[in-house]
């Protein structure tokens, strides 16, 4: 059964950081793209950026430039670390791969 478990949100003042992790188990996370998609507060699921083993990470003009995607295939983990975070970045951010999705973590921006 794959499971994602998204952690690592929080309240930050914009222009801080936050590193969001998805711990991802049922699969071998090197063999398959995974994403981040988040959710703004009465919107619908944006695309954030997709990692691709093989390849460069993908990212949406919105957070080029300010997020980064890495991972540790030993721990089966993906990160999201978010830089120069603007209120246009609060919601709730999910981890995704296929048809899978956790739970989401919550990422507010807010001075």
């Known amino acids: 059964e794959v499971q994602l478990v998204e952690s690592g949100g929080g309240l930050v003042q914009p222009g801080g950081s936050l590193r969001l992790a998805c711990s991802a188990s049922?699969?071998?996370?090197?063999?398959?793209?995974m994403s981040w998609v988040r959710q703004a507060p009465g919107k619908g699921l944006e695309w954030v950026a997709t990692f691709i083993d093989g390849g460069s990470p993908i990212y949406a003009e919105a957070v080029k430039g300010r997020f980064t995607l890495s991972k540790d295939n030993a721990q089966n983990t993906i990160y999201l670390q978010m830089n120069m975070l603007k209120a246009d970045d609060t919601g709730t951010y999910y981890c995704?791969?296929?048809?899978?999705w956790g739970q989401g973590t919550q990422v507010n921006i807010s001075s």
């Open positions: 995704n791969f296929g048809t899978s």
């Open positions: 049922g699969f071998t996370l090197h063999d398959y793209p």
